[in-house]
């Protein structure tokens, strides 16, 4: 495994996250986004991962500054990807979008350069025909807040190169993730197989009347002694990614719940500015959400 210039195309909240987990170790990184708008608001949330990583990690101010000098920022794909030995893409999940984007990768890369997607829902089965070079395409998805949970999870499709796979595990140990190798597509991975059918069904609930945001994750948070309820992590996550998600499921299905849900997140949440922890409020509002106070599990 020779990777050292890794590019992050995409720098949401995860985005975000993954290029600076490289760059703490030791990794020449450059995050690639379509404005300044969007390159702003990524190194904004990198500062405040610093923050984190010496409260979390034991990490010195210099470990953290360090990291951040071996960042570079551009919105010109060309120039993002001019060095790369991977591009590890974290753009919305919509499938127009990606599909556009690695076909306008494909043709910008290097001939040796390694393309990953940590797509949540969608297969890289999808994509591998639009970028030019399916052997070397796979996926490679990590979990929100990845500097403490830290999994990767590496998918292959039918057609990525074995030693394709093999590297992309060593890059995933060597950015310190637990590598976790999944020989078949899945949709959802092992991670997000799980997780999502249980959003959904907490979201579910919220649209059909059922019960309150509060009194779901109540529940959840009593009856198994989890940390977090559902719309606890689905803050966490972002409520754009949870929009999509359901967006795409909505016109896959027809089913009226799912539109129900869509456009609850989209009028209620989306369209309010309530994005989630990120932007300080969602479900709940941040830094003391509600289901920190000492008496959210009483009566």
Do not use: C
């Not at 990807?81 to 999940?93: F, G, Q």
């Not at 009856?223 to 929009?243: E, H, M, Q, S």
């Not at 967006?247 to 089913?255: D, F, I, Q, R, S």
Request: aromatic content about 10%.
């Amino acid at each position: 495994m020779n990777y050292k210039n890794i590019t992050i195309a995409g720098s949401g909240v995860l985005g975000s996250q993954i290029a600076y987990q490289t760059a703490f170790k030791g990794f020449d990184v450059t995050v690639y986004d379509i404005n300044e708008e969007a390159i702003a608001r990524s190194q904004q949330r990198i500062a405040k991962l610093k923050e984190n990583y010496k409260r979390d990690l034991k990490a010195s101010q210099e470990e953290v500054d360090a990291a951040y000098n071996r960042m570079l920022f551009k919105m010109n794909l060309t120039e993002a990807v001019t060095d790369a030995d991977l591009v590890i893409e974290a753009i919305p999940e919509v499938v127009d979008i990606k599909m556009s984007f690695y076909k306008e990768l494909g043709a910008l890369a290097p001939e040796h350069t390694i393309f990953a997607t940590n797509s949540s829902t969608l297969l890289p089965s999808q994509f591998a025909e639009a970028t030019g070079r399916p052997e070397k395409f796979l996926a490679l998805h990590f979990a929100n807040t990845i500097w403490i949970n830290n999994t990767a999870e590496i998918m292959m499709h039918p057609e990525t190169d074995l030693n394709v796979f093999n590297e992309v595990m060593a890059f995933a140990k060597a950015i310190g993730m637990v590598a976790l190798p999944l020989y078949k597509e899945q949709p959802g991975y092992i991670l997000n197989s799980l997780l999502v059918p249980f959003l959904e069904a907490a979201e579910l609930l919220l649209v059909k009347e059922v019960a309150d945001v509060h009194t779901i994750d109540k529940t959840w948070k009593i009856a198994t002694g989890a940390p977090l309820g559902p719309f606890a992590i689905l803050d966490v996550i972002g409520i754009n990614t949870a929009y999509n998600i359901v967006k795409a499921k909505a016109e896959a299905t027809g089913k009226e719940e799912y539109r129900k849900l869509a456009n609850l997140l989209k009028t209620e949440y989306i369209d309010k500015g309530k994005l989630g922890r990120a932007t300080g409020e969602g479900f709940y509002s941040y830094p003391n959400p509600a289901f920190m106070e000492p008496d959210f599990l009483k009566n």
